[in-house]
């Protein structure tokens, strides 16, 4: 946010991607965004000087000690690009120069400026832990050290219990909820700030795009999902992509088509549900069925035409489960194409017997394999163009949320389907 911040004060549009080796247009300023970045590099000279002085260091060593850090080239050079680097030095320095002021406090206990520097040490921690988790090992400093300053106040006999249990008081607010308390708030101003619709949406669960402004999904999709319905399946684990399958084939394995995980949204992610082989075939002008718990469908992907499908072959790279390929068409294949749907929950309903768009968590269970279909945080290499990779995996573990799936888009032409009205 605080680079988006040095981007709106220099009137950046958003346009331009920042991809490597690219030129600036001429409308981007992006000099003043690297003047923002530079001053929290900057900063880390003076606040290098008060932390020598705060540990008490003689001169000598203070100026040493900030002339180690002012004449470092890597820091010149990280603070002159738009990056978090700089922000993250900075929240670093911070943190240590409040730990040291507290440190040099500590025969002062329950003052008020004692206090003053416990309550910044901890607002600091929440600043760097919030520009990246690395500036944990910040935390990790200060928790070590608070450890050992309580087990030595723990250890004074002389120190009435009252004052120890004030002490731990004191440190559990200023060095835990503190910190909690700024990190859930960049948090809140996040989804204040950022409401509107964009490229990276697929990195999001699909109920979090569903309230975005300018979004697309769920946008006129029909409520119930029913045999022809055409639709996007999103997996619900962190950073969980779109189903998705393309023309190109495993290079090993089975050679058939690849199945992945993909974060765009395009046409390669849309399937149909249809019947199992051991049911009619489906009729376009029958009257709707319902998908719902415990059903047997087939996923036919909607630009190949071939069917979801497992097989007793090792995935590429997860040698353990197996492989999910696409397989036949419509009229061939057989029961490997067969998954039985699971529903774990619905934030919408306790109503199991009908799947919903967005709102219904489910899982998909080979039929003849017993394994769930999976995709990780697993890339595939570049023959499957870095894309996720998809598995069926031989473990039945109902907590795991990569195996849990919902419908983000939804179409179905058919009169007979109630809108998608519901409030998210």
């Not at 290098?48 to 705060?54: C, F, H, I, L, V």
């Not at 300018?214 to 639709?231: F, M, N, Q």
């Not at 390669?268 to 082989?277: E, K």
């Amino acid at each position: 946010m605080l680079v988006g911040l040095s981007g709106y004060l220099a009137n950046y549009n958003g346009s331009f991607e920042f991809k490597s080796g690219e030129t600036y247009p001429e409308e981007l300023n992006y000099t003043f965004m690297r003047v923002f970045n530079s001053a929290f590099g900057a900063l880390c000279v003076p606040l290098a000087y008060y932390t020598a002085r705060e540990l008490n260091f003689k001169r000598p060593t203070v100026w040493l000690v900030t002339m180690m850090v002012l004449f470092e080239n890597s820091y010149t050079t990280i603070s002159r690009f738009i990056l978090l680097d700089s922000m993250l030095l900075f929240f670093t320095f911070t943190t240590v120069m409040c730990w040291a002021r507290f440190h040099r406090l500590r025969h002062d206990p329950f003052t008020p400026e004692w206090g003053l520097w416990l309550m910044l040490l901890g607002v600091s921690i929440g600043c760097v832990c919030s520009v990246k988790w690395v500036g944990m090992f910040g935390t990790a400093l200060v928790g070590l050290y608070t450890v050992e300053d309580l087990w030595n106040k723990f250890g004074d006999l002389k120190m009435p219990k009252t004052e120890l249990g004030a002490h731990l008081a004191f440190r559990v607010v200023g060095l835990i909820i503190i910190p909690l308390v700024v990190y859930m708030f960049s948090f809140w101003l996040h989804f204040l700030i950022l409401e509107n619709s964009g490229p990276g949406d697929a990195q999001m669960s699909s109920l979090f795009q569903a309230n975005l402004r300018g979004t697309e999904v769920g946008k006129d999709s029909p409520l119930e999902i029913a045999y022809g319905s055409r639709a996007t399946l999103k997996n619900m684990g962190y950073g969980g992509g779109l189903l998705h399958s393309h023309v190109q084939t495993y290079p090993e394995g089975s050679s058939q088509q690849q199945v992945t995980c993909y974060h765009h949204k395009d046409a390669n992610n849309d399937w149909f549900f249809y019947p199992n082989r051991d049911e009619p075939e489906f009729d376009a002008e029958a009257p709707l069925r319902y998908v719902g718990d415990k059903q047997v469908i087939r996923l036919i992907h909607a630009q190949t035409g071939r069917n979801l499908h497992s097989h007793q072959v090792a995935a590429p790279v997860t040698k353990a489960d197996y492989e999910v390929s696409c397989y036949g068409n419509t009229s061939v294949g057989d029961t490997k194409d067969h998954w039985i749907v699971e529903v774990f929950s619905d934030a919408a309903s306790n109503d199991y017997s009908k799947l919903r768009t967005l709102t219904t968590a489910f899982r998909l269970k080979h039929v003849d394999l017993g394994c769930y279909l999976r995709a990780g945080n697993v890339n595939l290499p570049q023959w499957g163009f870095k894309q996720i990779e998809t598995t069926c995996v031989k473990e039945n573990r109902p907590r795991d949320v990569y195996t849990h799936w919902n419908v983000e888009s939804h179409w179905n032409d058919k009169r007979g389907f109630r809108p998608l009205t519901f409030c998210l």
